[in-house]
């Protein structure tokens, strides 16, 4: 999923959490930063296996939404590295279990929308200047219904 998909779903979860009394904006905006900045994970496989354009942003961007010309989903994105950060998770729970929470969200929605992504749906292309760009009918229709809902709780 795209990085607006990655925020917005941690954060809309999170404003419900704030609804309740148990959590701060501040937390809120963690869990959606949270949520995005788990594919930085990219930008360090494309350093570590790319031919060309290592530290190039843009290739890293395009090779995750049209080339494909490796795997960047280091170990953070499941198996044990899932096993590992759920570990440390629950020991920051002790600690402070509002935090972990938010970390929580924005980490385990974020697995959550990359593996709900669907093999054959139909997704709309196109090109940002030199940025190739690709958005699913499924993720639209989900960033308009957690916008929806945000402007919901902005009002009550
Ligand atoms: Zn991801």
Known sequence: MDPQTHFLFPFTLSVLLIKLHLFSWQLALLAGIIGVIIDLDHYAEQIAHAKTNRFSLKA???????????????FIHDGIGAILITIVLCILAFLTWQVALALA???YSHLLLDYARLKHEKEFC??????YMKE?????ILDILLVIILVIFFLI
């Open 60 to 74: 890293t961007w395009n090779n995750a939404v049209r080339f494909h010309r490796f795997n960047q989903r280091s």
């Open 105 to 107: 969200l924005g980490y």
């Open 126 to 131: 196109w090109r940002l200047g030199s940025l």
């Open 136 to 140: 699913s009918h499924l993720e639209i």
